[in-house]
T-cell receptor
């Protein structure tokens, strides 16, 4: 079965720190996504990638960047963490096009103090 | 652009009874897919059911079925014979063929013993 692994389940950082959230999938999927989940707001797409070294902005990219140097790994970077980036971050991957389901990691709860 | 609306932030159902979760969507795509995902307290998001928009027949998966009304852009989820393990947050999602998924705000389902 596909496994999507997020490196941390809980993370506490200080305002202004540079934060890296790592996501690795083991099924050779082309497509990878980063979402943030906030109560009452559902899942909002931050960035996605259809291939290595390729990235596209989602609906809320401000304050974030991403890196995809290898097919299996998709990193989300908070260049200078702020308190309004306290949230649950979910990584997902998918093989193929839109009809295929998303496979999700178990999330990273990030607190920025 | 796509939007997904779940108008019920919370729902509750008695064990063994039936419950219906509502979802409406809007998309400019002619080819798209609709999903219901479940997120239990473990935070691991899993697929419940999928509907291809070009198919008129409503999808079913064991106790889970959908009522897909394409003209009304409605995609509700019916859970029959509810079980305690069905308690979770449920997300409706619309995915274009190009692959971007838009999620609703979620409905928290409580199952009463």
């Amino acid at each position: 079965d596909v496994k999507v692994t997020q490196s941390s389940r809980y993370l506490v950082k200080r305002t202004g720190e540079k934060v890296f959230l790592e996501c690795v999938q083991d099924m050779d999927h082309e497509n990878m996504f980063w979402y943030r989940q906030d109560p009452g707001l559902g899942l909002r797409l931050i960035y996605f990638s259809y291939d290595v070294k390729m990235k596209e902005k989602g609906d809320i990219p401000e304050g974030y960047s991403v890196s995809r140097e290898k097919k299996e790994r998709f990193s989300l970077i908070l260049e200078s963490a702020s308190t309004n980036q306290t949230s649950m971050y979910l990584c997902a991957s998918r093989g193929g096009q839109g009809r295929e389901k998303l496979f999700f990691g178990s999330g990273t709860q990030l607190s920025v103090l | 652009a796509q939007t997904v609306t779940q108008s019920q932030p919370e729902m509750s159902v008695q064990e063994a009874e039936t419950v219906t979760l509502s979802c409406t969507y809007d998309t400019s795509e002619s080819d798209y897919y609709l999903f219901w995902y479940k997120q239990p307290p473990s935070r691991q998001m899993i697929l419940v059911i999928r509907q291809e928009a070009y198919k008129q027949q409503n999808a079913t998966e064991n106790r889970f079925s959908v009522n897909f009304q394409k003209a009304a852009k409605s995609f509700s989820l019916k859970i029959s014979d509810s079980q305690l393990g069905d308690a979770a947050m449920y997300f409706c999602a619309c995915t274009s063929n190009a692959g971007k998924s838009t999620f609703g705000d979620g409905t928290t389902l409580t199952v009463k013993p």
